[in-house]
C-alpha cells in the first residue's frame, strides 16, 4: 500500500510540473548589442524570478546583424530593444512595432571628442571636421542641427565606423563621435582615454527616450495579458535598478558569467544610469509622453530624412500618439 502511494504521489506530481510547463508562456525578447546596462531591467527581472512569477519562460535572442525592429516587426520576437531614433525610420517605413516602455528617459548618448582637444569647446567647432558615425539615417541630422544650435553651419564629413569609431577618435582618425556616457564613455576613462562631451539638449535640441522597449504590434493586440505580464515583470526590474543600482549591477553581472572582464565599469554605468536616466520626474521608470515622441521623431520626419516603405519622403508628420502605450506599464503606487 505505502509502495502505491508512493507511486500515485509521483504522478501527481510529474502531472503537476506538467502543467506548470504548460501554462508557462514562450516570450522572445531580441537584443541591440551584447548584455550591458541598457538591459539590466530584464535580467534583474529573471534573476529574481519575476518572470517566472507571471507565467513566462522569457528567451533572450542575442544580437545579430538582423535589427530588433526587423525581428519584431516579422514576428520572430514578441518584444526588444531599440532606440527612437532607429524606432522613428523603421515605424514610418510600416514596421509593426510598437513601443511599450521607455528604458532611458533622456539622451544617454553625447557629441564626444577628446579631452585634450584645447581648439573643441562647443560643438560650433566641429564644422569642417570628421564624424565617426555608425550607420544611421539620423545620426547627420542630429549632429548637423547640434552643430546649428550652439552656432555653426553644420558642415562636416562623415565617415561609417560602427564600433570602430571609438578606438579611431582615440587614434586621432576622426574628431568627434557619439557614445553612450554611462558605458564607452567610462570605458574611456578606466582605459585612460578621457573624453570631452557635450548633451545634445544643451544647445536646444530636443529630448528623446534613447533606449525603448518595443513589442509587435498585432501580437500585443491579441495578447493583452501576457504583454501587461512581461512588460510589468521588466518595468519592475528597471525601477531595481533605478532604486538599488549596486544590487542591479550584480545581478546583471551574475546573469552573463564571464561576459564583463571589468567590473567597476557595470557598477559605475549602472549607478549613472540611475541618477540620470531611468527614472522620470515622478521617480517612475517606462514611462512615455507625446511631447518627447513629437520632439525628436518629428524633427527627424520634419528633417526631411523619413522615408516610407516605398522609400519616399514623409512630408507630414504621423500620428505619434500612436507609435507608443503606456497601458502595459503597472498603474503608479
Known sequence: MRALVTVLISAVLVLAGCSAQADTQKIRIALDWTPNTNHTGL?????????????????FLPY??????????????????????????????????????????HWATEVAVKADR?????????????YGGFGGPGEE????????????????????????????????????????????????????????TFRYTDYGFPDAYNVLLIGNSPWLAGHPD??????????????????DPARAAQLLQDANPGTFTEPTLVTRSQAMLAAQYLKDDRGRVGTQTLDRWQGFSGFLVDSGAVVDGAGKPVTTRPDFSTWFTDEYLAPPA
Open 43 to 59: 535580467y534583474v527581472a529573471q534573476q529574481e524570478g519575476w518572470f517566472r512569477d507571471a507565467g513566462l519562460d522569457v528567451e
Open 118 to 130: 584645447a581648439d573643441i569647446t562647443s560643438p560650433r567647432d566641429l564644422d569642417g571636421k570628421t
Open 141 to 196: 541630422p542630429k549632429m548637423r542641427q547640434v552643430i546649428r544650435d550652439a552656432g555653426g553651419r553644420g558642415d562636416f564629413q562623415s565617415v561609417t565606423l560602427g564600433t570602430s569609431a571609438y578606438e579611431a577618435l582615440y587614434a586621432g582618425q576622426v574628431d568627434f563621435t557619439e557614445p553612450f556616457v554611462a558605458w564607452e564613455g567610462i570605458e574611456a576613462e578606466l582605459r585612460n582615454e578621457p573624453l570631452k
Open 64 to 105: 545579430n546583424s538582423t535589427s530588433p525592429d526587423t525581428l519584431v516587426s516579422s514576428g520572430a520576437a514578441e518584444f526588444g530593444i531599440s532606440f527612437q531614433d532607429s524606432f522613428t525610420f523603421s515605424k514610418a517605413a510600416g514596421a509593426d512595432i510598437t513601443s511599450v516602455m521607455a528604458v532611458l528617459q
Open 226 to 243: 501576457l504583454a501587461a505580464r512581461f512588460v510589468q515583470a521588466a518595468q519592475r526590474g528597471y525601477q531595481l535598478a533605478a532604486d
